[in-house]
């Protein structure tokens, strides 16, 4: 396979010979015209993976992730987010952390030093933490369970299955229906974890993964691979004995393209992860406001208990925040938005859209009864670094538009805002790791 094509969000991508950058890069025609393709079934699902820019560009939409083609080209997509430095090794340190967050798994599951250190793209970094995870769990043990046989034997065995006897025809009653246990490996979640190994053994390029991958499926051999994914999912259990193996489920999920990466559709299945980055940011800012609540607040996603307006007696075009946040009687709404704003450009809004001040209004309306504070949070950047002054919709109704900090982990308030009252406040001495709110 040749080398990966990285680039990062809204770059372009054409057939003509270029200079390969992270906002231009050329492709083959096969993988062009593939993603032409590929883009059509996002837009009948409702998303935009790529535009046309004339016959021969393509220009990527705001997805990341990594994305193979049936010809051989692998895309890796890192966030547009850092514009001085090493662009790169900062887009996939970000990256890394974002799905980190958004497969909810803690700095014990994930270590901060294997995000930080571990420079290789995505689709590889994913594996090789699978692996680590898989050969903890086998030195741990893997789970057995009793399968229930119903078999023919010319033995008795456990029990004599009486009903199935009495019908055995003549001539045979020397054959003993049975129902007997079998302590086997063969349950949902071995399942799947044969399935996502031998995934991971057949496309990962590192030599260290390629090594420890193929030593486990030593081990694993007897244990059989998923015939149906979804359905084992489903059966994957939860209780005290299975405590263990609650580490390994995101993981199998990410790999085996059931959770939030998309998978491509069509009979072409390569190590392909593509995420959405607003959800990724929404998802992060939710872990780190939940992390940072004060006793007594409570924080809720995606709520949905009002309605834009009634219609014959029911709700229609539901209005539902990416944040609901409430403390006693108070309450505030809060929307993230994955844009890039320009706190000196006043002449041109900042980059701020109508529309969302638009969906904002009417959050305030509804949920805050016209009387209370809400924000639109965006990354912060270097041209925006510090919170706008507040927009009035009314003396008692205020929108903020506040940066948040990837890098530094830090959610930039301005003095005037209530918010404070529902998060704890850092030190202001505190590490990087740690909430550092103003005011």
Not at 57 to 63: C, V
Not at 103 to 121: C, G, H, K, Y
Not at 325 to 336: F, R, Y
């Amino acid at each position: 396979m040749s080398k990966p094509i990285v680039i990062r969000e809204y770059a372009r991508l054409t057939t003509e010979q270029v200079e390969n950058t992270l906002d231009l890069a050329h492709v083959s025609a096969s993988a062009f015209d593939w993603l032409c393709e590929l883009s059509a079934q996002f837009s009948r699902n409702g998303a935009r993976l790529l535009q046309l820019d004339g016959k021969r560009a393509l220009k990527w939409d705001s997805y990341v992730g990594v994305l193979e083609t049936p010809c051989g080209t692998r895309l890796e997509i890192v966030p547009k987010h850092h514009e001085e430095g090493d662009c790169l090794q900062n887009g996939r340190q970000l990256l890394r952390k974002l799905i980190q967050r958004a497969l909810n798994l803690d700095s014990r599951q994930t270590s901060v030093a294997s995000i930080e250190l571990f420079d290789a793209p995505l689709s590889e970094w994913v594996m090789a933490q699978f692996l680590a995870e898989l050969d903890l769990l086998v030195k741990r043990g893997v789970r057995f369970d009793y399968q229930r046989i119903e078999e023919e034997q010319r033995f008795l065995r456990g029990q004599l299955n009486v009903v199935a006897q009495m019908r055995q025809r003549p001539g045979r009653q020397h054959y003993l229906q049975i129902r007997h246990d079998v302590f086997q490996p063969d349950r949902a979640e071995n399942r799947l974890l044969k399935s996502a190994l031998e995934q991971v053994a057949k496309s990962t390029k590192d030599a260290n993964s390629w090594r420890l991958a193929n030593e486990l499926r030593s081990m694993l051999g007897e244990l059989p691979a998923s015939r149906h994914i979804a359905l084992d999912f489903r059966a994957w259990s939860t209780d005290r004995l299975m405590a263990h193996y609650q580490t390994m489920k995101p993981w199998c999920e990410l790999i085996l393209n059931q959770q939030m990466p998309l998978a491509v559709s069509g009979e072409w299945r390569g190590m392909s992860m593509l995420f959405p980055m607003e959800r990724l940011f929404e998802r992060y800012v939710e872990g780190w406001l939940r992390g940072r609540l004060e006793p007594g607040a409570r924080l809720k996603a995606q709520a949905s208990r009002h309605s834009l307006c009634q219609h014959s007696g029911s709700d229609m075009f539901r209005l539902q925040p990416d944040l609901l946040m409430e403390k006693g009687a108070q309450t505030w709404v809060l929307d993230t938005k994955w844009k890039t704003l320009d706190g000196g450009d006043r002449a041109n809004k900042y980059g701020l859209s109508q529309g969302d001040f638009y969906q904002l209004f009417a959050y305030g309306n509804k949920y805050l009864g016209s009387k209370g504070e809400l924000a639109l949070i965006y990354p912060r950047t270097r041209r925006f670094d510090r919170p706008l002054p507040s927009f009035d919709f009314s003396p008692e109704l205020r929108l903020w538009a506040l940066p948040f900090d990837l890098d530094a982990d830090t959610l930039l308030v301005d003095d005037e805002m209530q918010l404070t009252d529902c998060i704890k406040v850092a030190a202001a001495a505190a590490v990087l790791d740690q909430a550092v709110i103003p005011g």
